[in-house]
């Protein structure tokens, strides 16, 4: 009780309870997944036995954890690389002050990103389907299909396919970000760009892009890091098929634990996620802060 007396400001009193709520949803089960990923443990026994790093070697020399990998680069590049640029482009151009019904443009915009995952995946499963997908039928009315494709099924197709649902569910996240960027650019700014000469796209390049571009770079780090941790789109259209092509880390992770009762193998892999997206934030943090620094 003294030392709460001695306390000049209550400020930390407030933040406490907050410290620990997060500590408890989100440092516990985090530590408890690292020191889980050293033992080896199973549905089938209620000890644990340490193992070291004897299941991170497995795991490397898994074929189909390798695979997954892979497939998560992909997946989370070919992401994110077309929610921004479409996103982008979406925004720029709302921004045009000739573009009239700026508000009814937006709400249907963004109408990919207020329905909820499992629904729009479940709805572009359909659209996908072989027998009675709409889009199998559009291409072969214009054409340039002779016979119908087998989107979610076909290895060379499947993860584009989940890759166009993700980008379709998480451009409007951008859009909207990058659009209140772009308001934000005081029009002072383009005004002297324009005095000196500057019009157009060199405008555009000098004035408004170094403006936004913290706003940019946090959109797409959030990207990333949502995309590499994403479950719902793959899941609920491939389940990781054909053959492993469309199995992203999450999935091989869930199909460890949930499927195999490995829960050992499962939390390394977990940790390996983990380990991948927090140097990828900080790298990307990093660059950040020292562009912002210069």
């Not at 089938?44 to 193992?51: C, M």
């Not at 898994?62 to 996103?87: A, C, D, K, R």
């Not at 157009?200 to 946090?218: A, D, K, N, Q, Y």
Request: aromatic share 14%; glycine share 4%; proline share 4%.
């Amino acid at each position: 009780m003294q030392a709460l007396k001695n306390i000049r400001s209550p400020g930390p009193m407030f933040v406490f309870p907050a410290i620990l709520i997060i500590a408890l949803i989100m440092i516990f089960p985090l530590l408890y997944t690292i020191v889980l990923s050293f033992n080896k443990s199973d549905i089938y026994t209620d000890s644990w036995t340490f193992v070291g790093i004897a299941q991170y070697v497995e795991l490397f020399k898994n074929p189909e954890f390798l695979l997954s990998l892979y497939v998560t680069f992909l997946w989370t590049i070919g992401s994110v690389v077309f929610q921004f640029l479409i996103g982008f482009a979406a925004a720029v151009v709302i921004n045009q002050d000739f573009i009239r019904w700026k508000t009814v443009i937006r709400i249907v915009l963004m109408v990919p990103w207020v329905i909820p995952s499992i629904i729009s995946v479940n709805v572009w499963k359909w659209l996908y389907h072989a027998d009675f997908g709409i889009i199998n039928y559009i291409l072969k009315s214009l054409g340039i299909l002779s016979t119908s494709i087998n989107w979610v099924s076909d290895e060379h197709t499947a993860l584009f396919s989940a890759i166009l649902v993700n980008v379709w569910k998480m451009y409007p996240l951008v859009m909207i970000m990058v659009e209140a960027a772009l308001q934000s650019v005081p029009k002072e700014l383009k005004n002297a760009a324009r005095v000196d000469g500057a019009t157009g796209w060199r405008e555009f390049t000098t004035v408004t892009i170094p403006h936004i571009s913290s706003t940019c770079m946090s959109v797409i780090l959030l990207l990333t890091i949502w995309t590499m941790n994403a479950f719902t789109f793959v899941y609920v259209l491939t389940e990781g098929g054909p053959a492993h092509q469309t199995e992203i880390l999450s999935l091989f992770i869930y199909k460890a634990g949930f499927q195999n009762y490995n829960f050992g193998v499962a939390a390394a892999a977990s940790t390996i996620l983990f380990i991948i997206t927090a140097v990828l934030s900080f790298v990307y943090m990093k660059l950040f802060m020292k562009g912002e620094d210069g």
